[in-house]
């Protein structure tokens, strides 16, 4: 899907890695109910660097390590940073991701919004698929947890101009991850106002670069102080996003059910997860799959007439997030879960989205590592 923006750029090089394997392997947590999301990496990482004179070095797997910076570099001033995630899936005996070439592709994109440069997908993938291989231990046997591959690159430019960084960091750590909601599904709440906006017309929002998600995180907090576990995000009257995740909504119009989410222009993150469910939807067939602009005002009068049959989050992390109540203009709407937690298309999709990423079914969608 994002394809038609890359160039011909080959200077990363699978052919040139070079590993460099720990002696001293980490211990692995002997309970991973009790980890944290994001705080417990492998023993190997992915590092390569970049200059504007010589292009790519070759990248390294080495062991899981510390990064010297100069505290002028470009990224720690104006943030000329990008990043991607997504999961490692066991069906035993075998390892799987899902879609991770978008995720490449994403990341090529983001880079270059970020003022970064380019590199070449399908090398960055082919060694990101070694590091998996290399640290397969890793890769949680227990449903529901799984691997999370962050790749990430930063300006590391030690001088303080605001212009494009002339040397840059890639690197690829990858953590234990547990299910989003340990103890089953749990819908979750919104609180929607007018001077929240995380992006708007002709911005960055669309990318994965970090610009877009520290400023977010204080509203988030104001957010959860008020009781509510996520913001509806608008951009000019038009409904978004939910936190970091896509939105859709299940109309009843007078014709039939009709699933909305938003369109991409530069407002809404392309989810692998969105675009996932939009084909899903379209192969079922059984609603109308609409990708248009809708307001804030459109909802809550669907709200109103009860005309709300469901709504979800969409995203790598939750998968599918499925939510109860949204409060806008010192109002509370609830949104229905008719089976106790969730909606039934919400439930579904996420049956069928959990069945493909673990392997359960042949899909093309599955990128076999191991
Ligand atoms: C990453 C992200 C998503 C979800 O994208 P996936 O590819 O489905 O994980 C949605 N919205 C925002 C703002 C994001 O950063």
């Known amino acids: ?53 010589k292009g790519w070095s070759e990248p390294v797997i080495k062991p899981y390590q510390k990064i010297p910076l100069d505290p002028s570099s470009s990224v720690f001033h104006y943030c000329t940073e990008c990043y ?5 899936y066991s069906n035993p ?9 978008t995720n490449m592709e994403r990341f090529v994109i983001s880079a270059d919004a ?29 449903p529901g947890y799984t691997l999370y591959v962050r790749p990430n690159m930063f ?40 001077s929240l906006i995380r992006s708007w017309p002709g911005g960055h929002g669309h990318r994965k670069i970090g610009g877009n998600y520290g400023p977010a995180i204080v509203p988030a907090e104001k957010v959860k102080n008020l009781g509510y576990d996520n913001i509806l995000w608008l951009s000019e009257g038009y409904v978004t996003e939910v936190g970091v995740m896509n939105f ?4 009843k119009n007078k014709n039939g059910l009709e699933l909305v989410t938003s369109p991409i222009h530069h407002t809404v993150l392309p989810g692998i997860t969105r675009d996932s469910v939009i084909q899903i939807i379209h192969e079922w067939g059984e609603v109308k799959m609409s990708e248009r602009n809708f307001t804030i005002k459109e909802l809550i009068t669907k709200l109103e007439e009860e005309n709300v ?18 409060a806008y203009k010192g109002k509370e709407y609830n949104i229905p879960t008719v089976q106790g937690n969730c909606g039934e298309l919400t439930k579904r999709i996420f049956d069928e989205l959990t069945k493909i990423q673990y392997g359960k079914v042949k899909h093309k969608w599955n990128h076999y590592i191991a």
Not at 22 to 37: E, G, H, M
Not at 115 to 142: A, T, Y
Not at 248 to 251: D, I, N, P, Y
Request: charged share 20%.
């Open 248 to 251: 859709f909504v299940l109309f």
């Open 1 to 53: 899907m994002f394809t038609r923006l890359l160039r011909r750029y080959a200077d990363l090089s699978y052919n040139k890695l070079v590993t460099n394997l720990t002696s001293t392997p980490k211990a692995k947590p002997s309970d991973l109910t009790k980890v944290p999301f994001g705080t417990v990496f492998t023993d190997h990482m992915i590092e390569a660097d970049w200059c504007e004179d």
């Open 84 to 88: 991607e995630g997504f999961k490692v």
């Open 155 to 194: 300006g590391t430019h030690a001088q303080l101009s605001v212009t494009k960084p002339k040397k840059a960091k890639l690197v690829v750590i990858m953590s234990l991850v547990g299910p989003y909601f340990p103890s089953g599904y749990k819908p979750v709440s919104l609180y929607c106002d007018e």
């Open 93 to 101: 005996p075998h390892i799987l991701s899902f879609r991770p070439m």
């Open 309 to 326: 049959v469901e709504a979800f989050g969409s995203g790598t992390a939750a998968v599918i997030c499925p939510i109860n109540k949204l």
């Open 114 to 142: 970020a003022g970064l440069p380019k590199c070449s997908p399908h090398e960055l993938l082919k060694c990101i698929d070694e590091l998996i291989r290399i640290d397969k231990d890793w890769v949680p046997q227990v």
